[in-house]
Nanobody, 114 residues
Framework: VQLQASGGGLVQAGGSLRLSCAAS????????LGWYRQAPGKQRELVAL???????EYADSVKGRFTISKDAAKNTMYLQMNSLKPEDTAVYYC?????????WGQGTQVTVSS
């Protein structure tokens, strides 16, 4: 499974961004898709997850502000981020879980200015 993330950038606090992650390769083997982020000096953390069945999970810090979704026809996952805060600044990674392991895309930088 190969993943290509895009959509990061610089935005003011309170603004919005939408991240995209295009998947290719062994799509049929994917059980779940997720977004993770890593801020400088911090560990990588789960932001949001969506299973093939459509169940979602969010970090408490983003609930009510971020929405994860997927378009099966386009093999693409999205993360709509609203009401962004400076503490959301991080490198965001998309990931896919298969039966054998997690697959990671390259990160995309999100910077929220105050």
């Amino acid at each position: 499974v190969q993943l290509q993330a895009s959509g990061g950038g610089l935005v003011q606090a309170g603004g919005s961004l939408r991240l995209s992650c295009a998947a290719s390769g062994s799509i049929f083997s994917i059980n779940a898709l997720g977004w993770y982020r890593q801020a400088p000096g911090k560990q990588r953390e789960l932001v949001a997850l969506v299973t093939t069945g459509g169940s979602t999970e969010y970090a408490d810090s983003v609930k009510g502000r971020f929405t994860i979704s997927k378009d099966a026809a386009k093999n693409t996952m999205y993360l709509q981020m609203n009401s962004l805060k400076p503490e959301d600044t991080a490198v965001y990674y998309c990931a896919a879980q298969t039966t054998t392991r997690w697959h990671w895309g390259q990160g995309t930088q999100v910077t929220v200015s105050s």
